[in-house]
């Protein structure tokens, strides 16, 4: 157990229909990722926020949209859902950011597999 | 930008076998990752290595930190069925928008 969480572990919806997916990182840290991850494929970086603020973003889509709460929760809202949307999607946490090793050591929660019908 | 060749991409092996898989680059890197992935689950940190030359252990896992800091390998040694899943090496990137690139990944099956 990695220690981050996220809810709900699936979803199946329809097309055009908008989500949410709630990460909680590990306790203590302040840097959340998303990363999507397509059947059979790599992993793909979609943003990253620290301590409530966006700090990195990757490919991801203008539908696709996150924040982090001040108790730094994070939400990953995906809208006007696409076919091609259904897929797996990971938050994963780090310790602190920029010189510690702990930095670079992400943690992934078990993941949301997101089916879109 | 950075990016991080697996290889072999699939491999299938007998149980009680040894296995290597690698990863390459082009860039230097200053840590190196390795992840593994069980199906339909979250990656997993298996080892990290922060210096040239590093060689550090897992259990039946060892990993290396190569000394041109472009490469890295992962050693299995005494395979066993719960190995299967996909492995993944991962380092950071101190450019352009993304903290950590992933490679593709390598397959293990294991045939008992």
């Known amino acids: 157990d990695s220690g981050v969480t996220q809810t709900p572990k699936h979803l199946i919806t329809a097309t055009g229909q908008r989500v949410t997916l709630r990460c909680s990182p590990r306790?203590?840290?302040?840097?959340v990722y998303w990363y999507q991850q397509s059947l059979d494929q790599g992993l793909q970086f979609l943003i990253q926020?620290?301590?409530?603020?966006?700090?990195a973003k990757g490919n991801i889509l203008e539908r696709f949209s996150a924040q982090q709460f001040p108790d730094l929760h994070s939400e990953l809202n995906l809208s006007s859902l696409e076919l091609g949307d259904s897929a797996l999607y990971f938050c994963?946490?780090?310790?602190?950011?920029?010189?510690?090793?702990?930095?670079?050591?992400?943690?992934f929660g078990p993941g949301t597999r997101l089916t879109v019908l | 930008g950075q990016q991080l060749n697996q290889s072999p991409q699939s491999m299938f092996i007998q149980e009680g076998e040894d296995v290597s898989m690698n990863c390459t680059s082009s860039?230097?890197?200053?840590?190196w990752l390795w992840y593994k992935q069980d199906p339909g689950e979250g990656p997993v940190l298996l080892i990290a290595?922060?210096?040239?030359?590093e060689l550090t252990s897992n259990g039946r896992l060892t990993a290396q930190f190569g000394i041109t800091r472009k490469d890295s390998f992962l050693n299995i040694s005494a395979s066993i069925p719960s190995d299967v899943g996909i492995y993944f090496c991962a380092g950071p990137t101190y450019s352009g928008n993304t903290p950590l690139v992933f490679g593709k990944g390598t397959r293990l099956s294991v045939i008992a």
């Open positions: 926020y620290y301590n409530g603020e966006e700090r």
């Open positions: 306790s203590g840290d302040l840097s």
């Open positions: 994963a946490s780090s310790a602190d950011i920029g010189g510690g090793r702990s930095y670079n050591e992400q943690f």
């Open positions: 290595l922060y210096k040239a030359g």
């Open positions: 860039s230097i890197f200053n840590t």
